[in-house]
Nanobody
Framework: QVHLVESGGGLVQTGGSLRLSCAAS????????MGWFRQAPGKEREFVAA????????YYLDSVEGRFTIFRDNAENTVYLQMNSLKPEDTAVYYC???????????????????WGQGTQVTVSS
């Protein structure tokens, strides 16, 4: 079992930056692939970014590519989401997720992931 805790959310003005953290504990050897999702008010949860150990790639939602970066600190069992040039439409609760599966083909699907954090609020003011 894996426990995930997000942190780093907050209030920022348009164009600002935030770095979200997701710390994993428990059976961290099961944390093979990681993803970030977000859910804005009145909208469905959507994929934001993924770091696939399985294939060595990172993946991004089109609207955040070039602005957001996902990366890991394996020694600390932590995955980060660096968010730059933030826009009001980035406002959402951000969730990290982990999958122990050997494959990470469906990195953009919620059902790919077995473990989820409780979320951290990101608010971007205009």
């Amino acid at each position: 079992q894996v426990h995930l805790v997000e942190s780093g959310g907050g209030l920022v003005q348009t164009g600002g930056s935030l770095r979200l953290s997701c710390a994993a504990s428990g059976r961290t050897s099961d944390v093979l692939n990681m993803g970030w999702f977000r859910q804005a008010p009145g909208k469905e949860r959507e994929f934001v970014a993924a770091d696939s150990w399985s294939d060595g790639n990172t993946y991004y939602l089109d609207s955040v590519e070039g602005r957001f970066t996902i990366f890991r600190d394996n020694a600390e069992n932590t995955v980060y989401l660096q968010m730059n040039s933030l826009k009001p439409e980035d406002t959402a609760v951000y969730y990290c997720a982990a999958s122990p599966d050997e494959s990470h083909l469906y990195y953009y699907r919620e059902t790919q992931y077995d473990y989820w954090g409780q979320g951290t609020q990101v608010t971007v003011s205009s």
